[in-house]
């Protein structure tokens, strides 16, 4: 299996919602990462996890939280977003580690998020 | 500090026509470099990758990229372009926890 797992694919949320993405890969990586893309943008990351602890966080504003419960799953809870927040939010994982087999980052399909 | 520049914000080809994107890094050691397709709301695809050897890579749907350390460049060509190729290419240079992506080159294929 060398997929990356987003749900849901669409989202749509008032400012005070409170909601969550979330993203699953079964290759046994052990990192994985939030990215942030708004339209005609490249990525931007936002944070990194590896080995299940938090090792990147890219100034992000304290209304995302991501979450890593174990090595297969990762979340993102959202809470008092504003519009400028809507962007596609895209998750992806990578083996840990230097060298020239851990370099390459597996992408999901991403979740469109709209904030009303 | 590593980054990447896509000189072409747009570039438009006609079917059948020759392809060739541009990418420009700056790296302070051996470069892992990647591109990467996008097409519209959709996640990234890697197309191909470097890491060391042979500075001709190829990679999937016909395309291949040449690292050239002289230029610091790694440019994706393809000979003959398809309409489905018709997506936003991405050029990233870094390590597993560091990567960064240029801005983009978006394709329009002509009929």
């Known amino acids: 299996d060398t997929e990356v797992t987003q749900t849901p694919k669409h989202l749509v949320m008032g400012m005070t919602n409170k909601k969550s993405l979330k993203c699953e890969q079964h290759?046994?990586?052990?990192?994985m990462y939030w990215y942030k893309q708004k339209a005609k943008k490249p990525p931007e990351l936002m944070f990194v996890y590896s080995y299940e602890k938090l090792s990147i966080n890219e100034s992000v504003p304290s209304r995302f939280s991501p979450e890593c419960p174990n090595s297969s799953l990762l979340n993102l809870h959202l809470h008092a977003l504003q519009p400028e927040d809507s962007a596609l939010y895209l998750c992806a994982s990578s083996q840990v580690g230097e060298g020239d087999f851990y370099n390459e980052q597996f992408f999901g399909p991403g979740t469109r998020l709209t904030v009303l | 500090a590593q980054s990447v520049t896509q000189p072409d914000i747009h570039i438009t080809v006609s079917e059948g026509a020759s392809l060739e994107l541009r990418c420009n890094y700056s790296y302070g050691a051996t470069p892992y470099l990647f591109w990467y397709v996008q097409s519209p709301g959709q996640g990234l695809q890697l197309l191909l990758k470097y890491f060391s050897g042979d500075t001709l890579v190829q990679g999937i749907k016909g395309f291949e990229a040449e690292f050239k350390r002289s230029q610091s460049s790694f440019n994706l060509r393809k000979p003959s372009v398809h309409w489905s190729d018709a997506a936003e290419y991405f050029c990233?240079?870094?390590?597993?926890?560091?990567?960064?992506f240029g801005a983009g080159t978006r394709l329009t294929v002509k009929p």
């Open positions: 290759m046994g990586h052990r990192a």
């Open positions: 990233a240079v870094g390590a597993w926890n560091d990567m960064r």
